[in-house]
């Protein structure tokens, strides 16, 4: 019998083909790109401000050097680095989305973030840049979306420079049983509920809730960084471990 565990993935709570997965992402993030921002301050009450703050803090980034803002998006991350790594340094944004780079480039360059950042649509398995090549790569909120997840950590370890660090922003495992029912709740009930009136897109944050439970735990995730080739590889929960920062090396 033909094994097609290697040929199926998971979208959400769905199995579905590989080669559908990355399509079938697009289309949430085309759908969604425009309240991206909006979103994600109402469902996250604003909190997702100081998860970035704190992956800003663990990025020992300085002047002159280049960032990978993978998954970038809107470019929460993208702006702050810009003007750490200075005129310079380099921040190149990175989606597989082009919605979403668009609202993320237009953002930018309404704030008057020029000069210093580059935009470019790319496959996180696939990366289309030199080995060696940033200081600091990080991606925040997008590992859950990539098909491939340790294909994409392999090809950001090749792109890293000896001695730069991985961070990967990520939804987890709440640490306790209560906080963890009580997430649930408020993802499968009130979240879609959400996306539906803001955005009028409940199947959209339907899939959002969906992948982030599929998503590895946070020993899970450690070891598959290791695996990868990363080292010294940490993390750190953030509320309660509904959110976790993951960090690892490349010597």
Do not use: C
């Amino acid at each position: 019998m033909k094994d097609n565990s290697q040929e199926t993935t998971h979208f959400g709570y769905k199995t579905v083909e590989k080669s559908q997965k990355k399509n079938l992402v697009a289309g949430v993030f085309d759908s969604v790109a425009a309240k991206y921002d909006v979103m994600n301050d109402v469902m996250s009450f604003g909190i997702h401000r100081l998860w970035k703050r704190q992956t800003i803090d663990s990025s020992a980034v300085r002047q002159g050097q280049r960032v990978l803002d993978l998954a970038g998006g809107t470019g929460d991350l993208t702006a702050k680095f810009s003007r750490i790594v200075g005129p310079q340094g380099q921040v190149v944004l990175a989606d597989i989305n082009a919605s979403m780079l668009k609202v993320g480039r237009d953002k930018l360059r309404n704030l008057g973030i020029v000069g210093n950042v580059d935009y470019v649509q790319a496959n996180a398995e696939e990366l289309p840049f030199p080995d060696d090549h940033f200081d600091l790569i990080t991606i925040a909120f997008g590992l859950r979306n990539v098909t491939d997840k340790d294909k994409a950590l392999r090809s950001m370890l090749r792109v890293l420079k000896p001695g730069g660090r991985l961070l990967v922003l990520e939804f987890s495992k709440p640490e306790h049983d209560a906080l963890n029912t009580l997430y649930d709740f408020y993802s499968f009930n009130i979240l879609p509920q959400m996306g539906g009136l803001i955005a009028n897109d409940k199947e959209s944050y339907q899939y959002l809730a969906e992948s982030i439970r599929m998503h590895p735990d946070q020993e899970t995730l450690k070891q598959m960084m290791q695996d990868a080739g990363f080292e010294q590889v940490t993390y750190q929960n953030m509320t309660g471990g509904i959110v976790a920062l993951h960090r690892g090396f490349k010597f």
